[in-house]
C-alpha cells in the first residue's frame, strides 16, 4: 500500500513539474519587453502644375513616426518615384525620365527627424483631371517589406495665348531655352539649345565639377568646369544634332561628390 501511494506521488510531483517547464518554454515575462518591428518612415506630398512656365512642383516630405532611430536604405539617389496619369494613361514617369546614380545609400534618422524633398519639371500638360501618384523608396530596417504611398490630383486648365503680334524682323534659328532647373549643389541651372550646340550657366559653391551629356546609354560629349565666384558657364558642341524627340541629360558631379541630372528639352 506504501509503495502504491509513493507512485501518485511521484506521478503528481512530475505533472507539476512539466506544467512549470511549458510556462516558462512561453516568451517570458523575465524582462518584460517584446521587441516590436518598427514602422516605415510617413510620406506627406505636395504637387502643384505651373501652365503658364509649364513646370510640376512636386514636395515630399518624410518622417520617422518610431521612438528610436531606425537605419534608412535608399539603392540609388532617387529618394521618391512619381507618376503623372491621365486616366489609364502614364504621361510623366520621373523614375523612367531622369537618371540617377547607383550607389547605395544608407542614413541613420534620429526619432520625429523630417527630411523634406522638392523637385521641379518641366512638364507639358494639356487641360483636364490628373492623379500624381508618389510612392517613397526608403526602406526601414527591420519593418515590413511595403512601400508608403501617396496620391494628389491636379486640375489643368487650358492658357489663352496672347493675339499674336505682326512683327518685321526676319526670323531667327530655330533654337529652344528651358526653365532653370536646381539638383543638388547646382541651382538656377539654365539650359539653351541651338541646333547642336547646347549652352548651360549656373551656379554651385562646388570648386570644380565634371560634366556629361549622354541619352542615358550612350555619352555624346563630357568634360570638367571650374566655377568663377560660385557662377559657371560652358558650351557642349555634339557631333551631330539630336534627332527628333530623343531625350538628352546633363550629369553634373562634384569632386567627390553626388550626381545631379537635368533634362535637355
Known amino acids: 500500500m506504501k509503495k502504491t501511494w509513493l507512485l501518485v506521488v511521484v506521478a503528481t510531483m512530475m505533472l507539476v513539474v512539466a506544467a512549470c517547464g511549458k510556462e516558462e518554454a ?16 510617413t510620406l506627406e506630398t505636395d504637387a502643384s502644375y505651373n501652365a503658364d512656365l509649364k513646370q510640376l512642383s512636386a514636395t515630399v516630405s518624410m ?3 518610431n521612438e528610436g532611430p531606425v537605419k534608412v536604405t535608399f539603392n540609388s539617389s532617387q529618394r521618391f518615384q ?25 542614413e541613420t534618422w534620429e526619432p520625429g527627424e523630417t527630411k523634406v524633398f522638392d523637385e521641379v519639371f518641366p512638364l507639358t500638360l494639356e487641360s483636364g483631371e490628373y492623379t500624381v501618384d508618389f510612392v517613397s523608396l526608403a526602406q526601414v530596417e527591420g519593418a515590413p517589406e511595403m512601400a508608403a504611398t501617396d496620391q494628389k490630383t491636379l486640375s489643368v486648365e487650358a492658357v489663352e495665348a496672347p493675339p499674336a503680334e505682326e512683327s518685321s524682323e526676319e526670323p531667327t534659328d530655330e533654337s529652344s531655352e528651358q526653365p532653370a532647373q536646381t539638383d543638388g549643389a ?9 541646333g547642336n550646340l547646347i549652352e548651360v550657366a549656373g551656379y554651385t559653391n562646388v570648386e570644380e565639377f565634371e560634366w556629361s551629356v549622354s541619352d542615358g546609354h550612350n555619352v555624346f560629349a563630357q568634360g570638367a568646369s571650374q566655377p568663377t565666384a560660385g557662377g559657371f558657364t560652358f558650351g557642349v558642341l555634339l557631333d551631330e544634332e539630336p534627332t527628333s524627340g530623343q531625350s538628352l541629360f546633363l550629369e553634373m558631379t562634384p569632386i567627390g561628390g553626388d550626381v545631379a541630372s537635368f533634362r535637355i528639352q
Do not use: C
Open 26 to 41: 512561453t516568451p517570458s515575462d523575465v524582462d518584460g519587453n517584446s521587441s516590436a518591428a518598427p514602422a516605415l518612415l
Open 186 to 194: 547646382f541651382s538656377d541651372v539654365s539650359i539653351k539649345r541651338n
Open 82 to 106: 512619381l507618376t503623372v496619369m491621365n486616366g489609364e494613361t502614364t504621361v510623366f514617369d520621373y523614375g523612367s525620365e531622369y537618371m540617377f546614380t547607383e550607389s547605395i545609400i544608407e
Open 63 to 65: 518622417t520617422n513616426p
